[in-house]
């Protein structure tokens, strides 16, 4: 995990450049770096993940073009065998490979990466730069227009406040050059279904996943593992433990009082054999860290801020407590085998345009919660379930086989892990909405706190103000007032608030929490 900026021109000194640079050091604490360009500058902060030795300090350089990237290329090892007979490289870090690549291959370079990545490349033969963001979105960049007209680019959009009048998402699975972004990669346009049947799908799923996992575990830093307890999490912890054969080590958070997933977090960790942690947050905890979280994250969303509060505040711990230095996690999972609200989908149809939107948009949210979360705290994250041909099958099963006709939810990615990698009742266990699987009480403290800062006239009143993503909770009003604190007039980087598809009968709830829906049933137990 590092921090990168790119100025397309000289329009502001390196003096000021430190001011907005340094707003994002916690994501490269161990070196920092600002170049110059003929035209402009690169910037880069680094947190030292493959390759720890100095030579793995970005920018790269080959006869004048440079390079910085935030991301980890999965498949560096076999492009680097293909290229070593022409490039010489000086360090053990996957991403000197990319200025060879782009000798090599041009713009047509990034769909041949398996990675996670964010990049800023200097072409010294056009004196330009070159942006490219991978498929998902899992690595974050930004980009805005300087009072000068230079477009600059980012890791976080906090880079950019009071630089840039406009704050944009820069697209995933496209690159910037030449003034123009194109898309280079789309894992959710499914032309034609493959033809699988049920058991070759689950095994399908299977071997994907494993192969996602092993890729993830390649770091020369030290690894952990966030175990919610919750099916996801759990199967990653479970197969890396069986693939590096060594007690791994897992953590997990819950509220001090009445945390459900605590319980079946540590019965996963026993199961494989885990070295656990367990890490307790208190309503004051939650109350005082909003503000911090809210800033870190750039959004007002309900969802990604409630999701959030526990994932910071354990991760923090981690930081604080341990020399860990990458997180696996179990993002990306519901997106693309469904949510409780999914199974109101009233065709096979819906289920893959919502699944669609979902992973398009998950950028805006989960990813961007896993990725704020842990980066504040000098981490990497890792997403397994990302994995770009893990995606891409997915998103090409029939959804007819994917909607939950089973009487379970997500039931292809429990039957394709069964034969006792987890014990069998967390493998069929109904999922927690996270609300309840940290403690459902941290949710209603939020809402009483929110209803004690407004009164019902305070609250009509203030809502008014907004004329996109309207506030529509007390709750929400509060989100979006922390936000527009930090991050003045850029609410339109974020599409929407999280909800389920009201559309759907069943789903036109006002609360984005799987609590509220008539088939939660015994979910939070």
């Given amino acids: 995990m590092c921090s990168i900026m790119g ?21 490269g604490p161990d070196m920092s770096r600002i170049v110059e360009t003929k035209s402009g500058y690169l910037c880069f902060h680094r947190l030292a993940i493959m390759g720890l030795e100095e030579t793995g300090m970005q920018p790269f350089e080959l006869e004048g073009d440079l390079v910085v990237c935030n991301g980890e290329l999965y498949n560096w090892r076999e492009q680097k065998k293909k290229l070593e007979e022409h490039y010489r490289f000086r360090s053990g870090s996957d991403c000197e490979l990319l200025l060879p690549m782009y000798r090599e291959y041009g713009l047509s370079m990034f769909p041949r990466l398996d990675a996670e990545f964010a990049l800023i490349l200097y072409d010294s033969m056009t004196d330009t730069l070159v942006a490219a963001r991978d498929p998902l979105g899992i690595r974050p960049l930004f980009y805005g227009y300087d009072k000068a007209g230079a477009i600059v680019f980012a890791s976080e959009a906090k880079n950019l406040v009071g630089l ?15 003034g123009k972004f194109v898309r280079y990669a789309d894992l959710t346009t499914v032309k034609e279904y493959c033809e699988d049947d049920l058991e070759t799908v689950c095994a399908n799923i299977r071997d994907k996943l494993v192969a996602g996992v092993k890729k993830r575990l390649d ?61 307790y947050m208190t309503r004051d905890q939650v109350i005082s860290s909003l503000e911090e979280v809210i800033a870190l994250l750039g959004t007002y969303d309900i969802t990604t801020i409630r999701a959030s509060m526990g994932m910071y505040l354990c991760c923090k711990a981690i930081h604080e407590r341990t020399d860990i230095r990458v997180l696996m996690t179990g993002e990306i999972s519901d997106e693309l085998f469904g ?21 398009d948009e998950i950028y805006m949210y989960d990813v961007l919660r896993a990725d704020r979360c842990i980066s504040v705290n000098s981490m990497e994250a890792r997403v397994p379930f ?35 990698l987890l014990p069998h009742d967390i493998l069929y266990r109904e999922k927690a909405a996270f609300s309840d699987a940290v403690g459902h009480s941290m949710v209603d403290d939020l809402k009483e706190y929110a209803e004690a800062v407004y009164s019902d006239e305070a609250y009509e009143e203030k809502r008014k103000k907004y004329g996109f993503a309207i506030p529509f909770t007390k709750e929400s009003l509060l989100y979006r007032e922390i936000f527009e604190r930090y991050y003045p007039g850029q609410a339109p980087m974020v599409k929407d608030f999280w909800m389920p598809n009201r559309s759907w009968e069943g789903c036109d709830v006002n609360d984005p929490s799987a609590r509220v829906l008539a088939n939660y049933g015994g979910s939070g137990e």
């Fill in 219 to 279: 770091a020369d830093a030290p690894l952990g593992f966030l175990l919610s307890g919750g099916l996801d999490s759990s199967l990653v912890c479970a197969i890396s433990a069986k693939l590096l054969k060594t007690p791994i080590r897992t953590f997990a958070i819950g509220m001090d009082k009445d945390a459900i997933d605590l319980k079946y977090a540590r019965e996963v960790a026993d199961y494989i054999g885990a070295d656990h942690t367990e890490v």
């Fill in 386 to 420: 990302g994995d770009l041909e893990f995606v891409r099958y997915v998103m090409s099963v029939d959804p007819a086989k994917k909607r939950n006709v089973y009487h379970k939810g997500k039931y292809l990615l429990r039957h394709a892990f069964e034969g006792g």
């Fill in 339 to 359: 949510y409780k609200y999914t199974d109101f989908a009233p065709s096979p149809e819906a289920f893959q345009e919502e699944a669609k939107k979902r992973i």
């Fill in 164 to 178: 840039c009048r406009e704050i944009r998402p820069f697209p995933p699975g496209h690159y910037y050059a030449f």
């Fill in 7 to 27: 100025f397309s021109k000289k329009t502001v000194s390196r003096e000021e450049i430190r001011t907005y640079f340094d707003r994002t050091k916690s994501r």
